[in-house]
């Protein structure tokens, strides 16, 4: 009798297990991945090799404004930033409280943008972004239990969000390739902007006058502070810089005057527009956040306060760091495509390429009737080592590592080429429709056809060591000679 009571504990055990294992995989992959930015819970909880020495939380401002290819590249700071769209202080009080129970960094940067509003009047898409992508703890309670007060949420709410309903309700219908397979890895929380909107300095820049926070707010600091304390583990607080107004500004000289009295240092950029050097006219996405220029400033600046007060090691090189190395060379990766958008005209942007081509894959091909207008393209194509008698047959080539290392001529060829994570696939076929003749062309990497015109040039650049598509653009030659860019061709 025994012995079968503990052969049927050992079979509820296991299925017990069994479960839990598999529940934790479905909403591994069911779970809610847009957090609005930052480099989000499922890479914080899956994070390979070592853990960063600095965690940013926060709301936009805080993804927006720290560039962690500067960091990294220029200071070798190993940072992470776990933030939010318009996060509110009590999910940033919670991110650090998650943080602290599963990390021990060497210090905790909070953004308090929302310091300086109202209350804390979170709305579904806060709870969302916020809290379904944290992992079941006693951590997540209190936040599902704090936000269900805050809310006046009823108890079936607040179960439905610890249980993660919301997940398993609804989220099947929306599943992507994103889901199963993260991209990105190596995301750290910056993905930047080269866009640039001028305003004039904000006149509340000198204001010094403080406004009373909302004691929900104060409650919120206090308690971050003294959950960093407790584990010994510094705190910064900051304020990113923007167009913000006079009230906001009297609330961050408040959040100012709170971490001087709880000897928390507070970065607020709003008062330091010049000792950072940020130009209204050239460092600014939106009235709201700054560009890559702008947070190259900023980051900067916050780098050797770091550094001064906090002596970071230099991690660049060491083993158990490579996703930050992968995290620098995708942002590069993204200055090699604006530099190539803001070429004048094909021939621009063709003699651009071996200056930026190498530990890339370039796939170049003329397709259709790319000699329509003479030889428009001979003379670009001619310094990449292509000579007039293939660039009359047409076809495509494949340059690795600046290195030419395929070349399929005319306008019948297929061609399948292994590269790391996948396979290039290059077919073309020339068709007769009584006296017109027409090609077709794919140019596929993992799947994805990034074929721009049929009649002209077309350009693949693609980054296999991380999986990047760093540009894919194409000149159709009937329409001139301006590239038009994947993703921007409707």
């Not at 509820?12 to 779970?31: K, N, P, Q, T």
């Not at 972004?129 to 951590?139: A, I, P, V």
């Amino acid at each position: 009798m025994k012995k079968e009571m503990r052969q049927n504990l050992i079979k509820a055990l296991l299925f017990v297990l069994l479960v839990y294992f598999m529940g934790s995989r479905l909403l591994e992959i069911f779970g809610y991945k847009d957090m609005g930015g930052g480099g989000g819970w499922y890479r914080f909880y899956r994070e390979e090799g070592n853990d960063a020495d600095v965690y940013i939380v926060g709301s936009s401002h805080a993804h927006c404004t720290i560039d962690h290819g500067v960091l990294w590249e220029e200071y070798g700071i190993a940072g992470f930033t776990l933030s939010a769209g318009s996060q509110k202080l009590d999910a940033s009080y919670h991110f650090v409280q998650e943080i602290l129970r599963l990390k021990h960094p060497k210090v905790i940067i909070v953004e308090v943008l929302n310091a300086a509003g109202d209350g804390l009047d979170n709305k579904d898409e806060d709870v969302y972004r916020n809290s379904l992508g944290m992992k079941w703890s006693g951590n997540l309670w209190k936040y599902v239990c704090h936000l269900a007060e805050n809310m006046e949420k009823d108890r079936v709410w607040r179960n439905g969000i610890f249980a993660k309903i919301p997940i398993i309700h609804s989220r099947y219908a929306e599943l992507t390739e994103e889901d199963f397979r993260d991209s990105m890895p190596y995301m750290r929380g910056y993905r930047g902007s080269f866009m640039i909107e001028r305003f004039d300095r904000p006149p509340a820049e000198n204001n010094r006058e403080a406004m009373a926070l909302h004691p929900d707010k104060i409650e919120m600091l206090e308690g971050m502070v003294d959950a960093a304390r407790a584990e010994g583990v510094p705190l910064v607080f900051f304020a990113a810089p923007y167009y913000l107004s006079e009230e906001e500004q009297m609330k961050f000289n408040a959040v100012e005057e709170f971490a001087r009295e709880n000897d928390v240092p507070f970065l607020n950029f709003n008062h330091m527009y010049d000792e950072v050097g940020l130009d209204f006219a050239v460092d600014f996405r939106d009235v709201s956040h700054v560009n890559n220029s702008g947070a190259g400033k900023v980051t900067r600046y916050m780098a050797e306060f770091l550094e001064e007060s906090y002596g970071l090691p230099d991690r660049r090189g060491e083993e158990g760091y490579e996703l930050w190395d992968k995290n620098a060379r995708y942002l590069y990766n993204k200055e090699i495509a604006h530099d190539l958008k803001i070429s004048e005209d094909v021939n621009e942007y063709l003699r651009k390429l071996p200056e930026l081509w190498e530990g890339k894959t370039v796939i170049l091909s003329l397709t259709g009737n790319y000699g329509a207008l003479g030889d428009v393209y001979l003379g670009s194509l001619e310094e990449l080592g292509i000579v007039r008698e293939e660039y009359e047959s047409g076809g495509t080539w494949v340059f690795r590592n600046g290195i030419m290392t395929e070349h399929l001529s005319g306008k019948n060829y297929a061609q399948c080429i292994p590269i790391q994570n996948g396979e290039i696939h290059l077919n073309s076929s020339f068709h007769q429709e009584g006296q017109e003749y027409t090609e077709e062309v794919s140019l596929l990497v993992n799947g994805q056809d990034y074929q721009m015109v049929e009649n002209g040039v077309n350009v693949i650049i693609y980054d296999e060591t991380i999986s990047q598509l760093v540009d894919a653009a194409g000149d159709d030659v009937y329409l001139g000679l301006e590239m038009i860019h994947w993703g921007e061709e409707e």
